[in-house]
C-alpha cells in the first residue's frame, strides 16, 4: 500500500525538442486505481515507464510512499507491471513464470508455493500451472501476466493497456475482473488506456494528457461532466461531443437560427483574452432533443444512422456561419430518423459546455 | 567430408485447381516428381562419401586392384585398416588415436571459447546501453574483413616475443612448450571466431522482444540474471548452429593448427597427420581412407547431437502483437 507522487517530472527523448512528458504533478492515493489516458503519443506509457524505473526522469521526481525513487532501477521500487503484449517468459511454465520475481528475492519456496497458489486460484488458473505460455489463449496469457504482478505484493501495480491484445467481449469481461480484483486487493493502481471507456468505467480518478502535458485530472464523472477544456471534453464520451466555435452576441451564442443562452459572466469571459467575438460551444449528442420544426430547432440532414440496439447514433451536417458542419445527436430507436430526411436538434439547456474560443479552457 | 541433408518437400497440400502461376509451381514442387528428383540428388551426393566407407573396410589389395563398387559382387571386408590407422605401431601407419585426441583437445576449447565470449558481447551490445556502443559493433563487425592469412605472423610474432611498445614490455612473450601449445591455437581460434560469432549472436539476441527484457528487470533481475535466465535458454538454436560451424571449422582446419602448434606429436591434430599421410604415403594410401573416416565421426556425432536443439517457435506465447 502507498502514495505515489510525480512532481514535476519531465522526460525528454535525445534528439527531441518536445518533452514526451512535461512537468507532470500527480498525487495518486493509498489504495487508488488512476487511469492515465490519452490519444495515441500523448505521453501516457512514458509516464508510467517512468514510474516503473524503465525510463529515465530528466527534470522533477517521483515518489512512492514519500520515497524518491526518482533515480533508484526498477527492482529497488517495489512495484510489478503488467505489459501490453504480456511478455511472458516463453520458457517457463506458468508457475515458473509468475514465481520468477518471488525466486530473486529469495523467498522460501512454501512462500512461493503459497503465493503461486493462491494468485492462481484468484485467477482461475490452477489447472494451466504447468503449462507453458505457447499453450495458452490469449485471455489466459493476459490472466498469467496479472497474476505474476499479484504474487509480488507490490507497493503498486503498474498496467500498460493490458487489454488491448483482447476481443471486444474478453476485454469487457476482463475489465470488470481487473477493476473488482482491485478493489478487492486495495493495491495502489497505475492503468494507462487509450480507450475512454476503460477509463470511465475502471478508474476511481482520471488523468487525461495530450501532448506530454497534463489536462485534467478527477473523477469520472466530473470529468464527463465538466471537462475543463476542449480536449477533454472532445475526447471523453463516444460518440464524441459536438463542438463549434460560432459567433457570440449578448445572450450567447449564436448556432445559426438556434441560440444557446449563456451567463453575463460567460459572454464577459469568453470576451476577455482575444475571444474575437466568438465562443467554442459543445454539447453531447445524448444531450439534445430532436423536436418538430416550429420548436425552433437547428436543421441537420442526416447523412447516416447508426442503430446500437438500445439506442441510434444520427450523424448529420447543418449550414453554420456558411461552412456545412457535422453533428451528431443519440437518439430512441423509436424516433429514428431515415437518411436524408432533415431533422430539427435541440440541446437541453443548462447542458452545454462552453470554451474559450482562443485558449480552450472552459468558462 | 560431406554431410547432405536431403530436403524432400512433404508438405502435400491438396488445393483445388489452382489459378496463379505461383500455386502451380508450389503443387508441382509438391508432387511426387519433386520427391524422386530430391531423392536424386541426395543419394548422388552421398555416393562418394559412401564409396570412402566402402574401401575403408576392403583389404589392401582389393583396394589397389578394383574399385570399391566390386566390393558388392565379391565382398571382402576387414577392420584391419582401421587397426593399423588408429593404433598401428610402425612410422608408416596413422597412430591416429593419439592425434585424435590432440584434435579434441584442441577443437572443445576453441568452440567454447568464442560462444562463450560472444554471448556476452552480444548481450552487451544488445541491451547494455552504453556509449560508443554502436561505433564498438561496426568495429567488431568491420574486423571480419581481415583475412585469417594476414593475421598469422603477427600473432606468431605476438606469441614469440610478446608486445613492445617504445621500449616497454606490455605483454611479454609466451614461450610455451609442448602441451603447452594448445593454449596458443585456442587463442588464434577465440579471435578469428569472435568477430563473426558476436555478430551472428548479436542479430539473434537483439530480436528478443524488449518488454521481456524489461519484465525480467521489474520483477527484479540484473543484468548476469537476465543473461542467464532468459537471453541464454531463448538463444539455444543460435548456439548449436554457431557451435555446430566453429566446430566443423576448428576440426577441418590445418593451418592455424600447423602453425600455432607445429607438427609435433604431442600437439599436431588430426588434419595435420592425413596430410602427412597423403603426402609422404603415395604406396599405403589405403589407409587414407580409413583415416578419413575417423575424422568424419566426430563432426557427425556434434551434427546429430545438436541438431535437436533447431527448434523453431521458441518465443511462441511470450508476447503477442
Redesign the interface.
Known amino acids: 500500500m502507498a502514495t505515489v507522487t510525480y512532481s514535476k517530472a519531465s522526460r525528454v527523448y535525445p534528439g527531441q525538442e518536445r518533452p514526451a512528458v512535461n512537468e507532470l504533478d500527480l498525487e495518486i492515493g493509498d489504495g487508488e486505481f488512476l487511469v492515465l489516458v490519452g490519444p495515441s503519443g500523448c505521453g501516457k506509457s512514458t509516464s508510467l515507464r517512468m514510474l516503473?524505473?524503465?525510463e529515465d526522469v530528466d527534470a522533477g521526481s517521483i515518489y512512492i510512499d514519500q520515497r524518491d525513487v526518482t533515480h533508484l532501477?526498477?527492482?529497488a521500487r517495489d512495484?510489478?507491471?503488467v505489459?501490453?503484449?504480456?511478455?511472458?517468459?516463453?520458457?517457463m511454465t506458468v508457475y515458473e513464470n509468475m514465481a520468477?520475481?518471488l525466486k530473486?528475492?529469495k523467498t522460501s519456496k512454501s512462500e512461493i508455493d503459497r503465493r503461486v497458489k493462491e494468485a492462481a486460484g484468484l485467477l482461475q488458473l490452477e489447472e494451466y500451472l504447468s503449462r507453458?505460455?505457447?499453450?495458452?489463449s490469449?485471455g489466459q496469457?493476459q490472466r498469467v501476466a496479472m497474476g505474476?504482478a499479484i504474487v509480488?505484493e507490490p507497493q503498486v501495480f503498474l498496467m500498460d493497456e493490458p487489454l488491448s491484445?483482447l476481443d471486444a467481449k474478453l476485454r469487457v469481461q476482463t475489465r470488470t475482473q481487473i477493476a473488482s480484483l482491485q478493489a478487492k486487493l486495495g493495491v495502489t493502481t497505475v492503468y494507462v488506456t487509450h480507450d475512454q471507456v476503460e477509463a470511465m468505467t475502471m478508474g476511481h480518478r482520471v488523468a487525461v494528457l495530450l501532448d506530454g502535458v497534463l489536462q485534467q485530472v478527477d473523477t469520472p464523472r466530473a470529468l464527463y461532466d465538466t471537462p475543463a477544456n476542449v480536449f477533454v471534453a472532445g475526447f471523453m464520451g463516444s460518440p464524441a461531443m459536438n463542438i463549434k466555435t460560432v459567433p457570440l452576441n449578448e445572450q450567447g451564442a449564436e448556432f445559426a437560427e438556434l441560440q444557446i443562452p449563456l451567463t453575463r459572466e460567460q459572454v464577459a469571459a469568453a470576451r476577455a483574452e482575444g475571444g474575437d467575438g466568438k465562443v467554442t460551444v459543445g454539447f453531447r449528442p445524448e444531450d439534445c432533443d430532436l423536436v418538430s420544426p416550429t420548436e425552433g430547432g437547428m436543421p441537420v440532414v442526416v447523412e447516416l444512422v447508426e442503430d446500437l440496439g438500445s439506442d441510434a447514433n444520427v450523424y448529420g451536417h447543418a449550414a453554420l456561419g456558411g461552412n456545412s458542419e457535422r453533428f451528431v445527436v443519440r437518439t430512441d430507436r423509436r424516433s429514428m430518423p431515415n437518411m436524408g430526411d432533415t431533422v430539427f436538434v435541440k440541446p437541453r439547456t443548462g447542458r452545454s459546455h462552453v470554451f474559450h474560443a482562443t485558449t480552450g479552457s472552459r468558462i | 567430408m560431406t554431410t547432405a541433408t536431403p530436403t524432400v518437400a512433404v508438405g502435400t497440400q491438396k488445393t483445388d485447381g489452382p489459378t496463379s502461376t505461383a500455386g502451380r509451381v508450389r503443387k508441382r514442387l509438391n508432387s511426387r516428381t519433386a520427391t524422386l528428383v530430391s531423392i536424386v540428388i541426395a543419394v548422388v551426393w552421398t555416393i562418394p562419401t559412401f564409396g570412402l566407407l566402402v574401401s575403408s573396410l576392403r583389404p589392401e589389395d582389393e583396394i589397389k586392384t578394383t574399385g570399391w563398387w566390386t566390393a558388392f559382387t565379391n565382398p571382402q571386408f576387414t577392420l584391419e585398416n582401421y587397426q593399423q590407422v588408429l593404433f598401428g605401431r610402425s612410422s608408416s601407419s596413422g597412430q591416429l588415436a593419439g592425434y585424435f585426441i590432440n584434435s579434441l583437445a584442441i577443437t572443445i576449447p576453441s568452440v567454447l571459447f568464442p560462444i562463450a565470449f560472444a554471448c556476452l558481447a552480444a548481450y552487451a551490445l544488445a541491451w547494455i546501453n552504453f556509449r560508443g556502443r554502436d561505433w564498438l559493433y561496426i568495429a567488431i563487425f568491420a574486423l571480419q574483413i581481415v583475412p585469417l592469412q594476414m593475421a598469422l605472423v603477427p600473432l606468431l610474432r605476438f606469441f614469440s616475443t610478446g608486445v613492445t611498445l617504445g621500449g616497454v614490455t606490455i605483454m611479454p612473450a609466451w614461450d610455451l612448450v609442448d602441451e603447452q601449445k594448445f593454449a596458443q591455437v585456442w587463442f588464434a581460434h577465440t579471435c578469428f571466431a569472435l568477430p563473426f560469432a558476436v555478430f551472428l549472436l548479436h542479430n539473434f539476441i537483439s530480436q528478443l522482444p524488449g518488454d521481456l527484457m524489461e519484465a525480467a528487470r521489474v520483477d527484479g533481475a540484473s543484468h548476469p540474471k537476465i543473461f542467464r535466465t532468459i537471453v541464454l535458454p531463448l538463444i539455444t538454436p543460435a548456439l548449436a548452429a554457431l557451435g555446430i560451424f566453429q566446430f566443423l571449422w576448428v576440426w577441418n582446419d590445418l593451418l592455424v593448427a600447423l602453425i600455432f602448434a607445429g607438427g609435433s606429436d604431442e600437439t599436431a591434430p588430426l588434419t595435420v597427420r592425413l596430410a602427412e599421410m597423403a603426402g609422404t604415403r603415395g604406396n599405403e594410401w589405403q589407409r587414407l581412407t580409413a583415416g578419413a573416416f575417423v575424422s568424419i565421426v566426430v563432426p557427425l556425432i556434434v551434427f546429430l547431437s545438436l541438431q535437436r536443439y533447431f527448434v523453431r517457435g521458441l518465443l511462441a506465447g511470450s508476447v503477442k502483437g
Open positions: 516503473a524505473g524503465l532501477p526498477p527492482k512495484i510489478a507491471m505489459f501490453q503484449n504480456y511478455a511472458l517468459y516463453p520458457h520468477f520475481a530473486l528475492r507453458k505460455p505457447k499453450a495458452l490469449g496469457r505474476r509480488r491484445n
